[in-house]
């Protein structure tokens, strides 16, 4: 498989099963936001009745491909190895909670609950995934973006923390995501060894032009260890009024020495977050069997 090799050693995605690594088999799902994109009415997006019910409530991952677009996430986790899932969610999700504990009973995963009380952003919602962490390393993911099996896999051999990153030309001809959305992703600014240094959130075309002729995209794919509690206790809320997970990753690479090794994929990440996407997703994941 090709790989951007100009910022990442050529062996940085191709991570071995070793005895001197600890794999995880821990996953922290982001399941708690408001889904106002998804709530926005958009006529050009031909749902059907069962897809436009829950897309008006605004819980993406039930959204209905042939089962819960969910479903298709925990899949991959279960196939890259990981076993033990906790979904954060808000205090009203009780139809996410209803389907995992009563609808269907997961053979391959064990699925708890984390409650994110109010939407104070993605480094409150990991937060409240530390009692299941119970200091384990952990992997954690978006509820709205389907993850190439593969980056999830590698990321649990690594040693400490770490972040998938996905090339952006992959994610312009592979991806369901619309162009002009692509171009505005953060970016990771990466050092020769492979090595995070900062993500750049909103990058303008200076800074791209910057990263070289490979442009990495982060996709919100972490492994972490349990430093990452501190740092979220750490920081203050953004401009936007939030706790963002990536300014308490620069914390802990700024303050607490956290090395955040990067692996790197060159097959695209799905994303679901708006009504027009629902479709495309449909597309690509309907002959899809899944295994939980």
């Not at 064990?110 to 409240?128: E, H, L, M, N, Y």
């Not at 992703?185 to 990058?203: M, N, W």
Request: glycine fraction near 4%; hydrophobic fraction near 40%.
């Amino acid at each position: 498989m090709s790989r951007p090799d100009s910022q990442i050693p050529a062996n940085a995605f191709d991570t071995v099963e070793s005895a001197d690594v600890r794999a995880t088999d821990k996953a922290v799902i982001l399941a708690a936001g408001l889904g106002t994109r998804m709530r926005k009415d958009d006529a050009s997006a031909e749902l059907d009745a069962d897809q436009s019910a829950v897309a008006d409530t605004g819980v993406k991952a039930l959204i209905p491909i042939k089962r819960p677009f969910l479903d298709y996430v925990l899949h991959t986790l279960a196939d890259a190895g990981y076993r033990r899932v906790c979904l954060v969610i808000g205090p009203d999700h009780h139809e996410i909670r209803r389907y995992y504990e009563e609808t269907i009973r997961p053979e391959r995963l064990k699925i708890s609950f984390a409650i994110q009380a109010s939407p104070r952003g993605t480094a409150d919602a990991v937060a409240c995934a530390e009692t299941f962490v119970a200091g384990d390393r952990f992997i954690v993911l978006n509820s709205d973006n389907f993850y190439p099996s593969m980056a999830c896999r590698a990321l649990r051999y690594i040693r400490g923390s770490g972040l998938a990153v996905f090339d952006r030309d992959s994610m312009l001809r592979g991806s369901n995501i619309p162009v002009d959305r692509v171009l505005k992703f953060a970016v990771a600014k990466v050092s020769r060894g492979g090595v995070l240094e900062r993500i750049i959130e909103k990058p303008d075309q200076a800074t791209v032009d910057s990263l070289g002729s490979e442009v990495l995209l982060s996709m919100n794919c972490w492994m972490f260890t349990s430093n990452i509690f501190r740092a979220c206790r750490a920081i203050a809320p953004s401009a936007r009024g939030e706790l963002e997970i990536t300014d308490a990753v620069q914390y802990a690479i700024d303050q607490l020495d956290e090395r955040f090794q990067v692996v790197a994929s060159c097959s695209p990440v799905l994303d679901l977050s708006t009504r027009a996407d629902v479709i495309p997703v449909t597309e690509r994941l309907r002959d899809m069997e899944v295994s939980l």
